[in-house]
């Protein structure tokens, strides 16, 4: 073979052939291709090794290829086997019990392959429980169509979802209007934005005209905390957590009243795969690693510390910058967009895969060279495209405009915070079109009654 072909570029350009989409695979990627990872570090093709903040999107929590993950996997494929007659088995039941456990609103688990097929349980438990069509939304929840319209403002008819843009007016004057109606709210939470009080009251205000609160922790289940947002004091009725739940592998819990869990029958949810063992297994190492004292509090330590550099490298610098978050997942939100992947996209050629979006994701296996080497190398990046890219580099020192995080927010996660006439007016046009919709026309997604 080619020996050109084993390099990072020739790999690229096979992929472009046969499998790669020009965007999501290739143009929003930087232009390495990971052959291995081991801990906090990536090894490419060509033998390039990178300090990993991307933690594969989120689904590595302990750094790759964990030793209690790996054993914990090979041992149940080795000794047990992989997917058998029943959606049941030992693993299972004994995971189950542990997320009951473990999260306060667990009476009950149910479990599925993804974080969008999580979301898309929890809506139609939500919905087969209650009785009730509509879903309030908002977030990224996953790429399924109906998922995809709770990211904007507004009502979509066809999916029954009404995006409120964490909107906290418009969630009270919703539920007002058509709280009947409303078959749960299910958000991702923000906390670069907004504090445990602003779910609490989420929660107080979905819980007096009877609504389910649900928590789409797919990203922030082991990350905003070891027992995620919700394990930082806010109530919920359902949560959803996958990222990071069994270290890489496909897995996703739903969890939380018995009376909604209990509607798997009715909403019509399967899936040949809930079958699968190994990644339950995995599930029970991750949760023991996590648990161990100690690990937890080290991984914080190291997040803080690089999200403390990051920031310190910056105002240096004379960017305006915001660094801030939970220490396992903090944002780092610049001027513009442009400066941020030109950084990143620099830093990498000195070593360090960072997540372009800005969120840094930091597992347990750093240690201080990881994160030293991290800073050596954005510091570097961030000098040279000062100098190479005056045009998107302000380095007129000072705070991050008000301005720029309210567009951030709008643009990074559909968050709708302001408080003026284009916001007001928006939320009362969406009160409308659903006050007013044909009801004659149903949503998909709503699944049969008995």
């Not at 007659?85 to 542990?98: D, M, Y």
């Not at 070891?226 to 990222?243: E, F, I, Q, T």
């Not at 890489?248 to 019509?268: E, K, P, T």
């Not at 220490?327 to 997540?355: C, Q, R, S």
């Amino acid at each position: 073979m080619d020996s050109a072909n084993l390099t990072n570029r020739g790999l690229v350009e096979r992929a472009r052939r046969v499998t790669a989409a020009e965007n999501y695979d290739i143009g929003t990627r930087f232009s390495a291709m990971i052959q291995s990872g081991e801990g906090a570090w990536l090894t490419d093709v060509e033998g390039n090794r990178y300090v990993d903040l991307t933690a594969s999107s989120g689904t590595i929590i302990l750094g790759h290829r964990n030793q209690a993950v790996t054993e914990a996997i090979t041992r149940q494929i080795r000794d047990f086997g992989t997917a058998f007659a029943s959606t049941l088995s030992v693993p299972r039941v004994e995971l189950a019990e542990r997320l009951c456990e473990r999260y306060e609103c667990a009476e009950k688990v149910v479990f599925h392959k993804t974080g969008s097929e999580g979301t898309a349980m929890a809506a139609r438990l939500a919905r087969a429980a209650t009785g009730r069509e509509l879903i309030l939304s908002c977030g990224y929840h996953g790429w399924h169509e109906w998922q995809l319209a709770g990211e904007t403002f507004g009502y979509q008819q066809t999916t029954g979802v009404v995006g409120f843009g964490y909107n906290e007016k418009a969630l009270a004057k919703m539920l007002e209007a058509f709280g009947n109606e409303v078959a749960g709210v299910l958000i991702s939470p923000e906390l670069l934005y907004f504090d445990v009080e602003f779910y609490q009251r989420m929660y107080a205000l979905c819980a007096r005209y009877d609504v389910p609160f649900m928590m789409d922790e797919v990203y922030t289940g082991f990350r905003a905390g070891p027992k995620g947002v919700h394990g930082l004091g806010v109530p919920a009725d359902v949560v959803v957590v996958s990222k990071g739940l069994a270290n890489g592998h496909s897995l996703a819990a739903v969890m939380g009243r018995r009376d909604i869990i209990d509607a798997y029958d009715v909403s019509g949810i399967q899936g040949t795969y809930t079958r699968e063992v190994p990644p339950m297994a995995a599930a029970m190492a991750v949760l023991d690693v996590l648990d161990t004292p100690g690990v937890y509090e080290h991984a914080e330590a190291m997040g803080r510390r690089l999200a403390d550099g990051m920031r310190e490298i910056l105002t240096g610098e004379g960017i305006p910058n915001w660094v801030g978050g939970p220490a396992l997942m903090f944002d780092t939100v610049l001027p513009n967009d442009d400066l941020g992947w030109e950084i990143y996209k620099t830093a990498h050629d000195f070593g360090v895969y960072f997540e372009d979006s800005g969120t840094q994701l930091v597992t347990t296996a750093f240690d201080e060279a990881a994160v030293d080497h991290a800073l050596t190398a954005f510091r570097k990046a961030t000098r040279q495209v000062i100098a190479d890219r005056p045009d998107i580099a302000p380095t007129s020192g000072g705070e991050l405009t008000e301005e720029r995080k309210l567009d951030f927010a709008e643009e990074a996660f559909g968050g709708l915070l302001r408080d003026d006439e284009r916001t007001n007016a928006l939320i009362d046009e969406t009160i409308e079109k659903v006050v007013n919709r044909d009801r004659s026309i149903k949503p998909v997604l709503i699944p049969a009654q008995n």
